[in-house]
């Protein structure tokens, strides 16, 4: 018997009912939306002065992991008498780079230890507060420092040459270049690196942007020279003119 006009309406109904709720059980037909990309990993960090917070790591640009574990403060509280003032120590989890898969712990003090060389590593403790430190990580004498674009160029010299001066002035008796080794520390005493003239007196280092202290280093009595404050500013090199004195009166 055929279906009236309202009958087969019905049944295309049905069909299209079914059909709807199929789909939506297998969600054929359901756009999936993608997740979003991760956020791209930070670029490793440049060796120089790193503020690192308890619990997180820094990466640098050898491989070099180091983690912030904690901060103890045994310093004198303000206004108390104490038989012993105390230290701030930052304690660091250091592994990867040179240093291979070992995890080794460095302790760094804001009185005692200031720094440290684990491996082929300087760590030299800057300030710390109850959550975060701020260190400077190095590794002397290996081109991993090339993230930093400023630093310092120094001329070292020694004087005088003769016991008298004379005038007009004798082209021997002049300043002459000098090699010598200087150590950089931070204003706070904590060693940076060591830094070389050599036979034309020259010597130039890369150093991130900050204040340091540069003193001459490993000389018994003669020649000798007072320390010196400098400032190194981003993207640029310090100038240094270090005078040695000789000693000779």
């Given at each position: 018997?055929?279906?009236?006009?309202?009958?087969r309406?019905?049944?295309?109904?049905?069909?299209?009912t079914?059909t709807?709720?199929?789909t939506a059980?297998?969600?054929?037909?359901?756009?999936?939306?993608?997740?979003?990309?991760?956020?791209?990993?930070?670029?490793?960090?440049?060796?120089?002065?790193?503020?690192?917070?308890?619990?997180?790591s820094?990466?640098?640009?050898?491989?070099?992991?180091?983690?912030?574990?904690?901060?103890?403060d045994?310093?004198?509280?303000?206004?108390?008498?104490?038989?012993?003032?105390?230290?701030?120590?930052?304690?660091?989890a250091?592994?990867?780079?040179d240093?291979?898969?070992?995890?080794?712990?460095?302790?760094?003090?804001?009185?005692?230890?200031?720094?440290?060389r684990v491996?082929?590593?300087?760590?030299?403790?800057?300030d710390a507060?109850?959550?975060?430190a701020?260190?400077?990580?190095?590794?002397?004498?290996?081109?991993?420092?090339?993230?930093?674009?400023?630093?310092?160029?120094?001329?070292?010299?020694?004087?005088p040459?003769c016991?008298?001066?004379?005038?007009?002035?004798?082209p021997?008796?002049?300043?002459?270049?000098?090699?010598?080794?200087?150590?950089?520390?931070?204003?706070?005493?904590?060693h940076?690196?060591?830094?070389?003239?050599?036979?034309?007196?020259?010597?130039?280092?890369?150093?991130?942007?900050?204040?340091?202290?540069?003193?001459?280093?490993?000389?018994a009595?003669?020649?000798?020279?007072?320390a010196?404050?400098?400032?190194?500013?981003g993207?640029?090199y310090?100038e240094?003119?270090?005078?040695?004195?000789?000693?000779?009166?």
């Amino acid at each position: 018997m055929p279906l009236s006009p309202r009958q087969r309406l019905l049944a295309l109904f049905s069909v299209m009912t079914l059909t709807l709720g199929v789909t939506a059980c297998t969600g054929a037909s359901v756009p999936v939306a993608h997740e979003p990309h991760a956020p791209p990993m930070p670029a490793a960090a440049a060796f120089g002065s790193t503020i690192l917070r308890i619990g997180k790591s820094v990466t640098f640009n050898d491989g070099l992991i180091v983690e912030l574990k904690g901060i103890n403060d045994s310093r004198c509280p303000a206004k108390v008498q104490c038989v012993w003032a105390g230290e701030l120590t930052a304690t660091l989890a250091v592994h990867g780079g040179d240093l291979g898969e070992q995890v080794q712990n460095v302790s760094l003090g804001a009185l005692t230890a200031k720094n440290r060389r684990v491996g082929s590593y300087d760590f030299a403790l800057v300030d710390a507060s109850p959550t975060t430190a701020t260190v400077i990580v190095t590794k002397p004498g290996v081109a991993g420092n090339a993230g930093i674009k400023s630093g310092i160029h120094g001329v070292v010299t020694i004087g005088p040459s003769c016991p008298v001066e004379r005038m007009p002035p004798d082209p021997k008796c002049a300043d002459r270049p000098q090699a010598a080794t200087f150590s950089i520390d931070t204003p706070a005493g904590a060693h940076v690196a060591d830094v070389s003239s050599g036979a034309d007196g020259e010597f130039t280092m890369r150093l991130p942007a900050d204040t340091y202290v540069i003193s001459l280093r490993g000389t018994a009595a003669m020649p000798t020279m007072a320390a010196q404050t400098f400032v190194v500013s981003g993207n640029k090199y310090t100038e240094l003119v270090l005078k040695l004195d000789s000693g000779i009166r």
